[in-house]
């Protein structure tokens, strides 16, 4: 009886007892600067929003635990649950992503937002990189849509990126420098201030707010607002994690990344008028081509989407007319 009684005393408390919180690591790969950087808006939304539902948040800042691919081992070892990263390491577990970095792809950012929140390209995502360990959150875009930044000449059409050398991010900006007549070199963004400053390169693509949020104005003479692709990270989720939640946890942190991605794309429209001030206050000339000067970039680079890099050219092809879709 004396047993009888303690196990059901037992029992009573940890009936009474509240269940324990979920835990959620992330690393972020920006500094706290939320006025100019999307992915620090993204992950600040995401854990505040878990915070208030009783989670265990944890946040690395950005390269505490590791670079870009020390991050991407983490997540596909169920190390690390979530972390802001390269949208390059995700495409290549499913090169369909690389078609939405072509160049003028997207006619306007309203073009893309609706195409990231009434689309289903995500979830087709998720359905391939499941077996590789990784679950995609959300296509988070830094800022506005991606500029050429250079230390040599002002840039208003394509012909004006002869002679120059640029920073390439990887091997899919590479061919996008040749397509414009200049030349590249894959320089990790940690380098990217010494490469400028020695000359090895003598800019690179970004979204506007980059050179502020970092501190690399000072590196850079001119800007042009070629708004060439969206400038993409995505939040990639270990799979493992992501599998071990319960449906209402599920919920919850989709919840956590919509809140999160809707906090961007309401911010993106609005931060382009003033990171342009703020580039030529830090001594920046910045340039806005013309429809007419608009459209040489457009030409100089409308081969590329007859080559994608591993993806057949009839997939190509439906997704664009996808993306087409969501154009109004």
């Known amino acids: 009886m004396k047993s009888l009684l303690t196990t059901c005393a037992f029992l009573g408390l940890m009936l009474a007892s509240p269940a324990l919180a979920q835990h959620v690591s992330l690393a972020e790969d920006s500094v706290q600067d ?22 265990e948040t944890e946040t690395f800042p950005v390269n505490t635990i590791g670079g870009e691919d020390e991050r991407l081992d983490q997540i596909r070892s169920g190390i690390l649950d979530v972390s802001m990263s390269d949208y ?34 995500v979830k087709a995502v998720n359905e391939k990189l499941a077996g590789d360990g990784l679950h995609v959150l959300s296509i988070v875009p830094l800022g506005p849509f991606m500029a050429i930044f250079n230390n040599k000449k002002e840039v208003k059409t394509a012909d004006d990126m002869k002679g120059l050398r640029m920073r390439a991010l990887d091997e899919s900006q590479m061919v996008l420098f040749r397509n414009l007549g200049a030349s590249g070199v894959v320089i990790p963004f940690p380098e990217v201030p010494n490469a400028i400053q020695t000359g090895v390169a003598d800019g690179y693509v970004n979204p506007l707010g980059v050179p502020l949020t970092f501190g690399q104005a000072d590196l850079f003479t001119n800007a042009t607002d070629a708004r060439v692709f969206p400038s993409m990270r995505v939040a990639l989720a270990s799979r493992a994690w992501w ?10 942190v989709t919840e956590a990344a919509d809140a999160a991605l809707k906090d961007v794309l309401d911010w993106v429209p609005k931060v382009h008028d003033r990171q342009v001030q703020d ?5 920046i000339a910045v340039y806005e081509p013309t429809p007419e000067e608009l459209k040489t970039f457009r030409d100089a680079t409308s081969d590329m989407s007859k080559d994608v890099p591993n993806v057949d050219p009839a997939r190509v092809d439906e997704i664009v007319k996808m993306v087409d879709g969501y154009a109004q």
């Open 88 to 121: 390059q390491k995700a495409v290549q577990f499913d090169p369909d992503m690389f078609v939405l970095r072509l160049p003028y792809l997207f006619q306007s950012q309203e073009q893309y937002t609706r195409f990231m929140t009434e689309s289903d390209f």
């Open 279 to 283: 580039l030529k206050d830090a001594g």
């Open 34 to 55: 939320l006025e100019n950087s999307g992915t620090a808006r993204w992950a600040r939304t995401f854990i505040e929003t878990l915070d208030q539902k009783g989670w």
């Open 243 to 252: 599998d071990g939640l319960s449906d209402e946890e599920k919920a919850q």
